[in-house]
């Protein structure tokens, strides 16, 4: 047996995958087994190598592997790999905040650590519940949209507005409306759901604990894109009528939008504001809740605690590594220097329009799609073929159903680029013709 088998044998015998369909794979699947990555490729054992098509799962947003991430991952190791930050502070947890701070959304001035995206919502919705338990108020529910996707945990399944993620926990999860996803593709589409939206906030405001969104762009179900207007009447309803709102920006902060956060886009600032995947660059599961002050107000002076917290919140080899991320994003000018990219992307997706079985097409910053079905499932196979394809032409491009879609590395050379964007065009062609 060589290397290669003895890992996949160990592999199929023990390892449970995520968001994977175990029958199948245990008994048909040949699996990549990785070996390395660099840049925006993966490389697999039997010695080939794939352009990362979506930053593993829109983490690496400056590549894999980065020489400045391996190298502060490393310096920060042989000092201080890990401490608790519970009343004790360190100077990668505390200048993180300052520098997080400095880039963000105005208004949001303070960070609380957690592990990853999942984690960084559940604290949003908990310090909404909790900011509204200590001013007496019984604002317990949430309102999300519908295809909204905040993450794995209870708390932010019960936001997710995709029923098929949600069906088996139904009854279970907590107490959650859904408005109508502005995502339809169309400006009227976009125009009555904002009236669903501002309807259900006059309507529900006063038993909502926040409102939480994915600003722009709805990733998990299938890159669905929203305008920048929307955004901002939300904004404006919430304040009118008390509501905190919540963005979540796991997946669109760190210039994948185009801009640093998507919120930008609409000049607008949330209540609280969840990062994670590209915040460490990729490189280590890590997450952060910023606050407002208004939200942090009665813990500051009315002497409440926030009883929440995880073991490694604020964990030092990550804060490190996060530090690093937005030494590079403002030293090597990542956002000027990927606008020629999404240009590129652009055009791209707006040509793929005409190729056989695409029925439309979308792309913002360094986001492009295009759906092979009129109602794009997650279900749907022929996404699937076109990954195969992609595969033999080397390129990972894993697909949501029916939406096939790139989110490469912001890193990733104009060269890369326009090989990845070919391939995903040979492969269309390929799986569909
Ligand atoms: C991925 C994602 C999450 C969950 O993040 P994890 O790090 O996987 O827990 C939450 N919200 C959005 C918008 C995401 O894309």
Same mark, same amino acid.
């Given at each position: 047996?060589?290397?290669?088998?003895?890992i996949?044998?160990?592999d199929?015998?023990?390892v449970?995958?995520?968001?994977?369909?175990?029958?199948?794979?245990?008994?048909?699947?040949?699996?990549?087994?990785?070996?390395?990555?660099?840049?925006?490729?993966?490389?697999?054992?039997?010695?080939?190598?794939?352009l990362?098509?979506?930053?593993?799962?829109?983490?690496?947003?400056?590549?894999?592997?980065?020489?400045?991430?391996?190298?502060?991952?490393?310096?920060?190791?042989?000092?201080?790999?890990?401490?608790?930050?519970?009343?004790?502070?360190?100077?990668?947890?505390a200048?993180?905040?300052?520098?997080? +701070?400095?880039?963000?959304?105005d208004?949001?001035?303070?960070?609380?650590?957690?592990?990853?995206?999942?984690?960084?919502?559940?604290?949003?919705?908990?310090?909404a519940?909790?900011y509204?338990h200590?001013?007496?108020?019984?604002r #317990?529910?949430f309102?999300?949209?519908?295809g909204a996707f905040?993450?794995?945990?209870?708390?932010?399944?019960?936001?997710?507005?995709?029923?098929?993620?949600?069906?088996?926990?139904?009854?279970?999860?907590?107490?959650?409306?859904?408005?109508p996803?502005?995502?339809?593709?169309?400006?009227?589409?976009a125009?009555?759901?904002?009236?669903?939206?501002?309807?259900?906030?006059e309507?529900?405001?006063?038993?909502?604990?926040? +409102?939480?969104?994915?600003?722009?762009?709805?990733?998990?179900?299938?890159?669905?894109?929203?305008?920048?207007?929307?955004?901002?009447?939300?904004?404006?309803?919430c304040?009118a009528?008390?509501?905190l709102?919540?963005?979540?920006e +796991?997946?669109?902060?760190?210039?994948?939008?185009?801009?640093?956060?998507?919120?930008d886009?609409?000049?607008?600032?949330?209540?609280?504001?969840? #990062?994670?995947?590209?915040?460490?660059?990729?490189?280590?599961p890590?997450?952060?809740?910023l606050v407002?002050?208004?939200v942090?107000?009665?813990?500051?002076?009315?002497?409440?605690?926030?009883?929440?917290?995880?073991?490694?919140?604020?964990?030092?080899?990550?804060?490190?590594?996060?530090?690093?991320?937005?030494?590079?994003?403002?030293?090597?000018?990542i956002?000027?220097q990927?606008?020629?990219k999404?240009?590129?992307?652009?055009?791209?997706f707006e040509r793929f329009?005409?190729?056989?079985?695409? +029925?439309? #097409?979308r792309?913002?910053?360094?986001?492009?799609?295009?759906?092979?079905?009129?109602?794009?499932?997650y279900?749907?196979?022929?996404?699937?073929?076109?990954?195969?394809?992609?595969?033999?032409?080397?390129?990972?491009l894993?697909?949501?159903?029916?939406?096939?879609?790139?989110?490469?590395?912001?890193?990733?050379?104009?060269?890369?680029?326009?090989?990845?964007?070919?391939i995903?065009e040979?492969?269309?062609?390929?799986?569909?013709?």
């Open positions: 047996m060589t290397e290669r088998e003895a996949v044998r160990a199929k015998a023990h449970w995958h995520p968001y994977t369909a175990m029958g199948r794979y245990v008994n048909e699947a040949d699996p990549l087994v990785l070996v390395r990555a660099s840049g925006a490729y993966v490389h697999d054992a039997d010695g080939r190598r794939y990362d098509a979506n930053a593993s799962w829109w983490v690496a947003v400056l590549g894999h592997a980065h020489p400045r991430l391996v190298e502060a991952l490393r310096r920060q190791s042989e000092t201080m790999p890990h401490v608790a930050l519970a009343g004790v502070t360190h100077e990668p947890a200048r993180l905040a300052e520098e997080l +701070v400095a880039v963000a959304p208004g949001l001035s303070r960070v609380f650590y957690s592990d990853d995206g999942s984690t960084a919502v559940e604290a949003a919705m908990k310090m519940l909790h509204r200590l001013r007496g108020e019984r #317990t529910r309102l999300a949209l519908d905040h993450g794995e945990t209870l708390g932010c399944a019960s936001l997710g507005g995709v029923e098929l993620f949600r069906r088996p926990f139904a009854g279970v999860v907590i107490d959650c409306l859904h408005a996803s502005p995502a339809t593709g169309d400006d009227d589409g125009a009555r759901a904002l009236e669903a939206m501002i309807r259900l906030v309507s529900e405001g006063d038993s909502l604990a926040a +409102v939480v969104v994915e600003p722009l762009v709805q990733g998990a179900s299938g890159m669905r894109m929203y305008p920048a207007s929307y955004l901002r009447e939300l904004a404006r309803v304040r009528h008390d509501v709102w919540i963005a979540d +796991v997946f669109t902060g760190y210039g994948r939008t185009g801009t640093m956060w998507a919120c886009h609409a000049d607008v600032s949330p209540d609280l504001l969840c #990062t994670a995947k590209g915040f460490s660059g990729g490189m280590l890590m997450g952060a809740t407002s002050e208004r942090f107000a009665p813990f500051l002076e009315g002497g409440a605690t926030f009883h929440y917290g995880h073991s490694f919140c604020g964990n030092p080899l990550g804060a490190a590594v996060a530090r690093e991320v937005l030494a590079i994003f403002r030293e090597e000018r956002l000027a990927a606008a020629e999404h240009a590129t992307i652009a055009a791209a329009r005409e190729l056989p079985g695409v +029925v439309r #097409t792309s913002l910053g360094m986001i492009g799609a295009l759906d092979l079905a009129e109602s794009s499932s279900l749907g196979t022929i996404g699937w073929r076109v990954y195969a394809e992609a595969l033999q032409r080397g390129a990972w894993r697909p949501l159903g029916d939406t096939v879609y790139v989110t490469p590395p912001l890193t990733i050379s104009s060269a890369e680029l326009d090989e990845l964007l070919a995903v040979a492969s269309v062609r390929a799986a569909v013709g």
